[in-house]
């Protein structure tokens, strides 16, 4: 099983930019897509991007395509999420997760870290 810990969030004035890290140990993610979901007050949690094991090809959710980049490094076994034009919408707990290759469900997930755009 592949242990996950998110850093990064803060609070940050729309327009703004953050960069969220997860750190991998246990397993080394190279093995694995590596996701980040978040979720908003009040609301389910949701997907947000991918990142695949092998091709390393990438797939968002339509509400942050072209403002948020997920990126790998398998070196130091770690994902990042670079989000920028942040938007109050934007506003959640983000959590990044695994799942391993060939695998349906991401099944190990981080503690998440905060993100407040501010208006």
């Known amino acids: 099983q592949v242990q996950l810990g998110e850093s990064g969030g803060g609070l940050v004035q729309a327009g703004g930019s953050l960069r969220l890290s997860c750190a991998a140990s246990g397993r080394t993610i190279s093995n694995y897509d590596m996701g980040w979901f978040r979720r908003a007050p009040g609301k389910e949690r949701s997907f947000v991007a991918a990142?695949?094991?092998?091709?390393?090809?990438?797939s968002y959710a339509d509400s942050v395509k072209g403002r948020f980049t997920i990126s790998r490094d398998n070196a130091k076994n770690t994902v990042y999420l670079q989000m920028s034009r942040l938007k109050p919408e934007d506003t959640a707990v983000y959590y990044c997760?695994?799942?391993?290759?060939?695998?349906?469900?991401?099944?190990?997930w981080g503690q998440g870290t905060q993100v407040t755009v501010s208006s």
């Open positions: 997760a695994s799942r391993p290759n060939g695998g349906v469900d991401f099944g190990s």
């Open positions: 990142i695949h094991w092998r091709s390393g090809s990438t």
